[in-house]
């Protein structure tokens, strides 16, 4: 079996690796290799591809140990890479927006923060184009697609042997370094393997939540100013996090298959609308002892409502919701209720999403549905639909120094996977961080 020599394998072929990857040809190093289980990665990139350029989306400078200014340089030059891409256009300008402010002036006043980043879209139809466009930048480096890493062996040493399936072949891989940029998809099982290598790990929060479809008309005047409004609630009662979550204008909301549970998500295509609006309203569950393990929590509300639905999600009419009752398949279409202003993208089980989710999570999203009918009039019109679950599994996180290196030397982690970023920017942000600091580990350069 041939083994192939590298000075870094990268892990994960999303915004965090391509971007890493990037960074590092551009220090000058060489014997690069990016990894992928799949041909295309899983996340972002390729689903809806929206990019918020705004160091308070997306990210947390504290956890990257990183000030604004840095946060914003680097902005700065990533929208430079992505701008190139011919369909990748500006959706949200936020230059003497007075709009803007008047929407933030409103939204305080019902105890709401709001966040209008600089937004960039190219929609889920232009996904593919985009990673190979970004891939074109990358002329030292080796793709190993369709690729699984297996097992990974800290030597002697102190380099990593890394065995690999790709199909029925087994390759072998030696690295003085290894980047796990795992993405959402592949955070459980790097942190798998991570525990083998004896790389500290924690639990971090989830976002658990439904998604809301509307008729695009009674979301118009908001997405037409910002195309993914950013609405941030601190709830009256328990004092916790609420946030609205990836807008699509136009869009569709669709159903993400985790084999014992299903999701919901939203995209939008760049050449295809549909007649409504989606987007999420999330709250964020951080847990403490004696339970502290999110995932497994979140994955049993996910659980109850594959349960519940029949084996898809569950869908309710706002109108049912708010009055206490469970949505009917036969009822659903009601123009006595005026359901029929709303249809439908998704196919989902018309029910009762209070049965299958924590009465303080349903409490606290009801209470921010309200605050945002207030700054929007007509989120809460009957036909309204909330679909469930929606919920961001970004619960692994990894501390790091000031590099993103783990307490395991030559191990550096970066994305949405490792607790680093939540979104296309950050996980961008967080490659080139890392690769910062593989240049050091490698003897290299200069910082940029």
Sequence with gaps: ????????????????????????????????????????????LLNDGKLNFDYRVGLDIEELQIDRAAAEGMMQEIKQIFTGFPRCRQVTFIENNKKLLALSAMASEHGAQFIAPEQWHWGTDNGKDLVDYLR????????????????????????????????????????????????????????????????????????????????????????????????????????????????????????????????????????????????ALINTVALTKPFSDTTEFGQSIAKQCFLLGGGRPIIQRIGDFREGRRSSLAAFNSKTNHFEVCKATCSATPGDITLAMPARIIDNLWESLKALDKIIPGILHPSTLLYAPEIKFFDTHFPTDRYLETNVQGVFVAGDGTGKSRGIVGAAISGIIAAQGIMRRCGGVNDR
């Design 136 to 279: 074109g930048y990358l002329k030292k480096t080796d793709f190993l697609l369709n690729t699984e890493v297996i097992a990974i062996e800290k030597r002697s040493d102190n380099n990593f042997r890394l065995d690999c399936s790709a199909g029925e072949k087994r390759i072998n891989c030696n690295a003085r370094v290894i980047l796990a940029a795992p993405g959402r998809s592949g955070a459980y099982w790097f942190r798998d393997l991570a525990r083998k290598l004896n790389i500290r790990n924690n639990f971090g929060p989830i976002d658990v939540g439904i998604r809301l479809e509307l008729n695009r008309k009674s979301y118009d005047f908001i997405t037409d100013i910002v195309y993914d409004p950013k609405f941030i609630f601190k709830t009256g009662r328990h004092g916790d996090k609420v946030r609205t979550f990836c807008t699509n204008p136009g869009g569709r909301v669709r159903v993400e298959n985790y084999g014992t549970f299903k999701l919901v998500n939203g995209d939008a295509l760049s050449g295809k609308k549909t007649k409504n609006t989606n987007f």
């Design 1 to 44: 079996m041939k083994t192939k020599n590298y000075n870094v394998v990268i892990i994960g072929s999303g915004p965090a690796g391509l971007f890493a990857a990037i960074w590092l040809e551009k220090l000058g190093l060489d014997k690069i290799a990016v990894m992928d289980r799949s041909p295309y990665p899983a996340g972002g």
